[in-house]
């Protein structure tokens, strides 16, 4: 079942330390305002029915431009009045959302205008087992707590410490019981409230782009952030997809595991095969080799060199994903099928998933692995052998 998404956007801040009359999350950056960039990030992730804006009703006119300037302006409700403290622009926030009732609900600071598709995904992602998600990021500098004369009274073990950022993503309910219960109390995020029930809320990973502009000069990182998109998409534009597909079988021969996507699977027999017999890393290079047109995995790996023999597959796939980043490209989506009877597959794809992700160096999110029988027809219904095909998409530049 699709979940609804509710967000809620606060924007109902002065701006006090950014100290102009303009409150920053109206400032112009790459042809849009902060908040302007949130709601169309948003728009991507929920109807923009759903997204909630918090506003101060004082910067109405600030607030009518971004929203003609937004691409989905039009679609988004009325915004409601904030409060004194972020806390109570939540609030109120979440009681205009209540009427539409949200399964989850993602609450983001207008401030934070390098939103990503990315971050918003994994917190999604992280609500289907927690509460709470939050993203964040390591801290990189020695923490020292200090007394009231600045002479420092111990350093702090940073490894367990998180900077936390927004969107904050919660069961809808869950939140929204939370800051009705804490009311006028001042706490400075969402994830706090839960904190203070015992409630888990995940750590995910946040993104350098997606901090916070609370300062003047945080702006100038912000426009660095803006151009670098900027090009990204232009030379997004001057991208060409490929597909590439693969196909591949190893038989069995006695032993007690097979060799699948990295992983080490017990059975009651091993793929036979020069190298580790890796039926599902074989498929794949295959389907990346096609997909930028470099033939196949024997031109590059010639079974006859005695180098390969026993070899981890890893290098072969390895191999196949440098030559696309040497041309310039990026892997975009890797789909594999492992056709057996046995050993079961499933238990297995989320550890192979993350292998292959690794190995190829892209998100988890890229990779698929299923697996499907043949109803005991043909070679593998034998169970003589397990087949893999596999379809990849690739973007290079076009010349
Ligand atoms: N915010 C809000 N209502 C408030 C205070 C803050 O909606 N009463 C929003 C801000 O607009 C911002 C986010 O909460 O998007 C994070 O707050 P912060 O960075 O502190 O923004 P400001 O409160 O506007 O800035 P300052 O604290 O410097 O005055
Ligand atoms: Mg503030």
Same mark, same amino acid.
């Given at each position: 079942m699709t979940q609804k998404i509710?967000?809620?956007?606060? !924007?109902?801040? $002065?701006?006090?330390?950014?100290?102009?009359?303009l409150p920053k999350q109206y400032h112009m950056l790459g042809g849009k305002s902060l908040l302007g960039h @949130?709601?169309?990030?948003?728009? =991507?992730?929920?109807?923009?029915?759903?997204?909630?804006?918090?506003?101060?009703?004082?910067?109405?006119?600030w607030y009518d431009q971004t929203i003609r300037e937004a691409c989905c302006g039009s679609d988004i409700p009325q915004p409601v009045a904030g409060g004194t403290t972020r806390q109570q622009s939540v609030l109120n926030g979440l009681r205009a959302l209540n009427a539409?009732?949200?399964?989850?609900?993602?609450?983001?600071?207008?401030?934070?205008?390098?939103? $990503?598709?990315?971050?918003?995904?994994?917190?999604?992602?992280?609500?289907?087992?927690? !509460?709470?998600?939050?993203?964040?990021l390591p801290v990189a500098d020695t923490i020292k707590q200090a007394d009231g004369n600045n002479i420092i009274l111990r350093s702090i073990p940073r490894d367990s410490l998180h900077r936390a950022q927004t969107p904050q993503g919660f069961v809808f309910k869950t939140i929204f019981d939370a800051h009705t219960q804490f009311e006028g109390q001042e706490l400075t995020d969402d994830a706090s409230l839960l904190e203070q029930l015992g409630v888990d809320v995940v750590c995910v990973e946040g993104a350098a782009s997606n901090d916070k502009i609370t300062q003047r000069d945080d702006f100038g990182r912000a426009q660095d952030w803006i151009e670098t998109t900027e090009t990204k998409e232009t030379s997004m534009s001057?991208?060409?997809?490929r597909a590439g597909t693969g196909f591949d079988v190893h038989?069995?021969?006695? =032993?007690?595991? @097979?060799?699948? @996507? =990295?992983?080490?699977?017990?059975?009651?027999?091993?793929?036979?095969?020069?190298?580790?017999?890796?039926?599902?890393?074989?498929?794949?290079?295959?389907?990346?080799?096609?997909?930028?047109?470099?033939?196949?995995?024997?031109?590059?790996?010639?079974?006859?060199?005695?180098?390969w023999k026993g070899a981890a597959s890893d290098i072969f796939l390895k191999h196949a994903a440098d030559l696309v980043r040497q041309r310039g490209g990026r892997i975009v989506?890797?789909?594999?099928?492992?056709?057996?009877?046995?050993?079961?597959?499933?238990?297995?794809?989320p550890a192979m998933r993350q292998k292959?992700?690794?190995?190829? !160096?892209?998100?988890?999110?890229?990779?698929?692995?299923? !697996?499907?029988?043949?109803?005991?027809?043909?070679?593998?219904g034998r169970e003589e052998g397990i087949a893999a095909q596999a379809a990849v998409s690739v973007a290079v530049p076009v010349k």
């Open positions: 509710g967000v809620v956007i606060v !924007a109902a801040g $002065s701006g006090s330390r950014f100290g102009d009359p @949130c709601i169309d990030c948003f728009a =991507g992730h929920t109807s923009a029915d759903l997204i909630q804006i918090v506003y101060n009703p004082d910067h109405q006119d539409k009732s949200p399964d989850i609900v993602l609450i983001h600071d207008a401030a934070r205008p390098g939103i $990503s598709d990315t971050v918003i995904t994994r917190v999604i992602g992280a609500l289907k087992t927690h !509460a709470g998600a939050i993203p964040t001057q991208e060409e997809y038989r069995f021969a006695p =032993g007690d595991h @097979c060799i699948l @996507c =990295g992983i080490k699977v017990p059975h009651t027999a091993r793929l036979d095969g020069h190298s580790d017999a890796d039926v599902g890393l074989h498929t794949l290079t295959d389907a990346i080799l096609g997909a930028i047109g470099a033939g196949d995995i024997g031109q590059h790996f010639p079974p006859s060199d005695m180098q989506n890797v789909d594999l099928t492992l056709i057996c009877e046995r050993p079961k597959i499933g238990p297995h794809t292959v992700a690794e190995i190829l !160096a892209i998100d988890v999110d890229r990779v698929n692995v299923k !697996a499907t029988t043949t109803e005991k027809l043909g070679f593998t």
